[in-house]
């Protein structure tokens, strides 16, 4: 994360918003480039467009944009559009939480970009400090194969990176399932063998990252109720979460993690995919295209 050098930022038609506030934020601390997503469907927000670029350049941040005429929450396929037209390297785009029963007629359009992202993207729900506070990042430590395992990887170097940048405290939640734990010692209690099979997963990032036993949560799943509750718990003023997504039908059914936990955070989420991470692990560190 410590070698982008361009942002895409998606925002409302109004003079402040949460995610261009942080994208303001990044952009000085990572001495970055912004671009602005103007998304309004039913007027000509030029006007505010040039506003925003020349509050942005007088707080020291060097920044271009444009207008799509699309509604902020119908933005997706624009802002996926115009991430690889520009070349960014993360994407930052406010959040509105849905309804349940909007969920239900149709997919929220914050879930293509969960899905598609070719970037890691943040989805900002508050405008909480991050300054000082608690990043919680979510690993699924009983999936081994290659995309998790990579995954795994790319959300604590972010996490970590964000924690330096910003002065914050890291966590860590795994959820387990005990239906896939292998077969425990027969001397052992179930609690015994969850607690033995976890910490054993969790080695590799505890010592690379020198994380504090205290600051690991390990519970008994689902991940979507337990990554919520743990942020919750701790005022995480950040998520950070892999995402391998799902398409058609078994997107439709079973959705993922991040999908869920969206819109039960209180705090703002950075979320990884299987394309943003390959795509990190390929470009040389410190040579990003601008």
Same mark, same amino acid.
Request: aromatic share 4%; charged share 20%.
């Given at each position: 994360?410590?070698?982008?050098?361009?942002?895409?930022?998606?925002?409302?038609? &109004?003079?402040?918003?949460?995610?261009?506030?942080?994208?303001?934020?990044l952009?000085?601390?990572?001495?970055?480039?912004?671009?602005?997503?103007?998304?309004?469907?039913?007027?000509?927000?030029?006007?505010?467009?040039?506003?925003?670029?020349?509050?942005?350049?007088?707080?020291?941040?060097?920044?271009?944009?444009e207008?799509?005429?699309?509604?902020?929450?119908?933005?997706?396929?624009?802002?996926?559009?115009?991430?690889?037209?520009?070349r960014?390297?993360? $994407?930052?785009?406010?959040?509105?939480?849905? @309804?349940?029963?909007?969920?239900?007629?149709? &997919?929220p359009?914050d879930?293509?970009?969960?899905?598609?992202?070719? &970037?890691?993207?943040?989805? $900002?729900?508050?405008?909480?400090?991050?300054?000082?506070?608690?990043?919680?990042a979510?690993?699924?430590?009983e999936?081994?194969?290659?995309?998790?395992?990579?995954?795994?990887?790319?959300?604590?170097?972010?996490?970590?990176?964000?924690? @330096?940048?910003?002065?914050?405290?890291?966590?860590?939640?795994?959820?387990?399932?005990?239906?896939?734990?292998?077969?425990?010692?027969?001397?052992?209690?179930?609690?015994?063998?969850?607690?033995?099979?976890?910490?054993?997963?969790?080695?590799?990032?505890?010592?690379?990252?020198?994380?504090?036993?205290?600051?690991?949560?390990? @519970?008994?799943?689902?991940?979507?109720?337990?990554?919520?509750?743990?942020?919750?718990e701790?005022?995480?003023?950040?998520?950070?979460?892999?995402?391998? @997504?799902?398409?058609?039908?078994?997107g439709?059914?079973?959705?993922?993690?991040?999908?869920?936990?969206?819109?039960?955070?209180?705090?703002?989420?950075?979320? $990884? &995919?299987?394309?943003?991470?390959?795509?990190?692990?390929?470009?040389?560190?410190?040579?990003?295209?601008?």
């Amino acid at each position: 994360m410590h070698s982008i050098t361009k942002i895409l930022v998606a925002v409302p038609p &109004t003079l402040e918003s949460p995610a261009l506030e942080r994208g303001r934020q990044l952009a000085l601390k990572l001495d970055a480039n912004l671009h602005l997503l103007l998304c309004d469907a039913n007027a000509d927000p030029s006007r505010v467009l040039d506003q925003l670029l020349v509050g942005l350049l007088r707080s020291g941040v060097h920044a271009r944009g444009e207008v799509a005429p699309v509604d902020i929450d119908h933005a997706s396929a624009a802002v996926m559009a115009v991430c690889r037209a520009q070349r960014c390297d993360l $994407i930052i785009k406010q959040h509105k939480p849905g @309804g349940r029963l909007s969920h239900l007629l149709m &997919t929220p359009d914050d879930w293509q970009l969960l899905r598609q992202a070719p &970037t890691p993207l943040f989805l $900002i729900r508050s405008g909480r400090d991050w300054e000082g506070g608690t990043v919680l990042a979510g690993m699924d430590v009983e999936h081994q194969d290659a995309a998790h395992v990579t995954l795994q990887g790319s959300v604590m170097e972010h996490a970590s990176f964000l924690c @330096g940048l910003f002065r914050t405290s890291l966590h860590v939640v795994s959820a387990y399932s005990p239906a896939l734990l292998p077969q425990a010692d027969p001397t052992q209690t179930i609690d015994q063998a969850v607690a033995s099979h976890c910490q054993d997963q969790c080695q590799w990032f505890m010592q690379e990252y020198e994380l504090p036993r205290h600051r690991l949560h390990i @519970g008994e799943g689902p991940a979507r109720t337990l990554i919520p509750q743990v942020a919750r718990e701790f005022e995480a003023v950040l998520t950070v979460l892999g995402t391998v @997504g799902r398409e058609g039908v078994a997107g439709m059914l079973v959705g993922n993690t991040a999908e869920a936990v969206l819109d039960h955070l209180e705090g703002d989420l950075l979320v $990884i &995919t299987p394309m943003a991470a390959s795509r990190e692990q390929s470009e040389p560190a410190g040579h990003r295209a601008a």
